[in-house]
C-alpha cells in the first residue's frame, strides 16, 4: 500500500508543514546540546523535506527516506542539496551517521504492512548500529490518546485545493484511521483523490524501554524545545554512548 499520493504531497507541502517548521529550531538546539553539530542526518519519513531544507541550512549533510514517491519528487526540489531514497524506513539499510531522526508521527503508519513492535526493535538495533557513538535519535510518535472520543470530521481548504478527514480509531486495539478525501484544482475543474492511512499507536515509554534494551539511553520528550507536541504526540531523545 502506498500513501500520499501526488495530490496529498502536494497539499501536504503547502498546507500541512507547520509541525516541521515549528519543530526545527528546537530540534536543531537538541543536536547542537548534544554535540552533534555537523555530520550526517538520516530523516525517516522526510515527506517534502522541510525539515531536511533546515538541516541543510545548519550545516549538516542530510539522507531522506520516504515511502512516497511523490514526497520525494517534492523533496528534490525543497531541498536539492540532500540525498533522497524511495523506500520504507523499516528495510532501508541505514548509512554510518551522527543522527537519525523521523518527525510527524512517522514511526506509526501501516504502508508498510509490517509495522509492529518487532519492527520497530529491528528498525532501533538498526539505528543504534548506523549511529557513532555520541549520536542520537530523535522522534515524536502518536500514543493511544491521540484517537478522538468520537469520530471526527475536518475540512481545510487553501488556494486551489481543498482536504475532507474523517477520523476514528479503536483504543484497546491502538489504531488510528484517516479517510482523506482531497480536491485539487486542474485548469477550471477539481480532481478527487481519496487516500486511507492506518496507524498504529505505540507509547512512548514502551519504546523506551525497548530503546533502552538495544543499548541507548532514552527519555520521552514533551516537545522540540518550545515547541510543544499537540495532545496524543509524543516525542522520544535517544542517546548512544
Ligand atoms: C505526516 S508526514 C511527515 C513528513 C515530514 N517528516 C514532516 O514532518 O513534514 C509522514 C511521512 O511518513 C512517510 N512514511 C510513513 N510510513 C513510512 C515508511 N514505512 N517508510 C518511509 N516513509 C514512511 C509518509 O510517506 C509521509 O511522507
Redesign the pocket.
Known amino acids: 500500500m502506498q500513501?500520499?499520493r501526488q495530490d496529498l504531497a502536494y497539499i501536504?507541502d503547502v498546507g500541512f508543514?507547520d509541525?516541521?517548521r515549528n519543530a526545527a529550531p528546537g530540534l536543531l538546539n537538541i543536536l547542537k546540546r548534544k554535540h552533534v553539530a555537523d555530520g550526517l542526518v538520516v530523516?525517516?519519513?522526510?515527506?517534502?523535506g522541510?525539515?531536511t531544507a533546515q538541516l541543510i541550512r545548519a550545516g549538516y549533510h542530510v539522507w531522506g527516506?520516504?515511502?512516497?514517491r511523490a514526497?520525494i519528487r517534492l523533496a528534490r526540489g525543497n531541498a536539492p542539496r540532500s540525498k533522497f531514497k524511495i523506500?520504507?524506513?523499516?528495510r532501508v539499510e541505514l548509512p554510518r551517521c551522527d543522527a537519525v531522526t523521523?518527525?510527524?508521527?512517522?514511526l506509526n503508519?501501516t504502508?508498510?504492512e509490517r509495522?509492529s513492535h518487532a519492527a520497530l526493535l529491528r528498525l532501533f538495533r538498526r539505528v543504534y548500529r548506523a549511529l557513532r557513538p555520541g549520536g542520537v535519535f530523535v522522534f515524536d510518535i502518536a500514543e493511544p490518546s491521540r484517537i478522538p472520543k468520537t469520530p471526527e470530521r475536518k475540512w481545510t481548504e487553501g488556494r486551489g485545493w481543498a482536504i475532507l478527514v474523517h477520523i476514528e480509531g479503536n483504543r484497546s486495539q491502538k489504531f488510528l484511521r484517516r479517510r482523506i478525501v482531497t480536491f485539487r484544482k486542474l485548469g477550471s475543474s477539481y480532481r478527487r483523490t481519496c487516500e486511507t492511512h492506518s496507524l498504529r499507536l505505540y507509547r512512548a515509554q514502551d519504546l523506551i524501554r525497548m530503546l533502552d534494551r538495544c543499548g541507548f539511553r532514552a527519555r520521552q520528550l514533551s516537545g522540540y524545545g518550545s515547541f510543544r507536541f499537540p495532545p496524543g504526540i509524543a516525542g522520544v531523545l535517544a542517546a548512544k554512548p
Open positions: 500513501g500520499y501536504h508543514t509541525f516541521a530523516d525517516l519519513g522526510c515527506g517534502s522541510r525539515w527516506v520516504d515511502q512516497s514526497m523506500g520504507s524506513l523499516l523521523s518527525t510527524g508521527e512517522c503508519y504502508f508498510d509495522n
